[in-house]
């Protein structure tokens, strides 16, 4: 593998992916479920979040130089493998278009009132296939190490600028509107998008020290996590519940409120280029990912090649959802939270660990 990243790449490929996303696509949901409790349920998010790390941490050291698409035969065998990794594939095939359509349908709703959905889509993905084609993973990884301090003081620019608008009373009544559960199912959708770690498992190999990437996984979804319960409890703090949980971006809308010395305002253009950096990054990681998995599990030497098939495919998939309540709301409660979540996240990588565990146990005896 000619392709080498650094460990902090890593760090801030992960900050990144897991950032952006969440605070813009995953808030409402939490807020609806949990109230004014949201950011207990960004601190559960995050938690969950740092356990799908930690597995798939201790996964990729059973094999580290080989990547997902290999240790998967190699600890399940052929056909188990195979049937795993489809599940895997249609997880990377499926959101690289949903992601392409919200991030469309959010700057036709914010900026480009009159540009065609399929031009807004079309410039993303040339710019996803030039990195990923002329770059591949250490392109994106330089990349992210560029855009990644530059998000985290947007992020941290918007949080001191909304502290004039602060409402401590929109915090009460603690716990008793919500309670555990609804807690809990407020975390999920945030849990969802901070568990990207798990793309690591397509990654260590690349490292330079692969049994050493883990400590910037860890860091990376810790720093996303700080950043997510922050921005939930300002959100709260200035919007409102009652209002934020009814906004399709609760954190977009807080940088409205903003206002600085009475003529610095309409911010907002911050919390769009946050936006777009991460979804940037996020998809020539998906589409990396995608394209590689795919080239070793049909054997294809040259990985790039499977690009000029899944840019279009996944082109005219982002334009099948008629709207952006299917192209977010159905994709993310009938398919990311309850199956993504629970099976690719946490079940398959832990069954892997398992199995791995028992056969080189096995080996050694």
């Not at 985290?152 to 929109?170: D, E, Q």
């Not at 998809?283 to 040259?302: E, P």
């Amino acid at each position: 593998m000619t392709m080498k990243v650094t460990g902090l790449q890593v760090f801030w490929m992960i900050t990144v992916m897991e950032l952006g996303m969440t605070l813009l696509m995953t808030f409402t949901p939490g807020l609806q479920a949990a109230k004014q409790d949201a950011w207990l349920s960004m601190i559960v998010s995050g938690c969950i979040a740092l356990l799908v790390a930690l597995i798939t941490i201790k996964l990729v050291r059973l094999h580290p130089d080989q990547t997902f698409i290999q240790f998967s035969q190699t600890i399940m065998g052929k056909w188990l493998g195979r049937i795993i990794i489809i599940v895997y594939l249609v997880q990377w095939y499926t959101i690289i278009p949903i992601v392409l359509r919200q991030f469309s349908d959010l700057l036709r709703i914010l900026l480009l009132h009159q540009t065609p959905t399929i031009a807004i889509i079309l410039v993303m993905v040339l710019l996803v296939v030039y990195v990923t084609y002329s770059g591949g993973i250490d392109g994106i990884g330089r990349c992210s190490e560029i855009l990644g301090p530059l998000i985290i003081m947007m992020v941290l620019f918007v949080l001191v600028a909304s502290v004039s608008n602060i409402h401590l009373k929109n915090l009460r009544p603690f716990y008793v509107d919500s309670g555990a559960k609804a807690i809990f199912k407020g975390a999920l959708p945030s849990a969802s998008y901070l568990g990207h770690a798990v793309e690591f498992v397509m990654v260590s190999p690349f490292l330079h020290t692969p049994r050493k990437g883990g400590a910037y996984v860890v860091w990376g979804v810790i720093i996303a996590w700080i950043w997510v319960v922050l921005s939930m409890t300002m959100v709260i703090l200035t919007v409102g519940v009652n209002l934020a949980s009814k906004m399709w971006y609760p954190f977009f809308e807080m940088t409205k409120k903003i206002s600085i010395f009475g003529f610095i305002e309409n911010l907002d253009a911050i919390a769009v280029i946050i936006w777009i950096s991460s979804v940037f990054i996020k998809l020539s990681i998906y589409m990396f990912v995608a394209s590689y998995g795919t080239a070793q599990f049909l054997q294809v030497k040259n990985w790039r090649m499977m690009i000029w098939f899944i840019a279009p495919v996944v082109l005219v998939f982002a334009l099948f959802p008629h709207n952006i309540s299917e192209a977010t709301g159905n994709y993310l409660n009938n398919y990311w939270v309850p199956l993504v979540l629970p099976v690719n996240m946490i079940g398959l990588p832990l069954l892997l660990l398992i199995v791995g565990k028992i056969r080189q146990r096995h080996m050694q005896k």
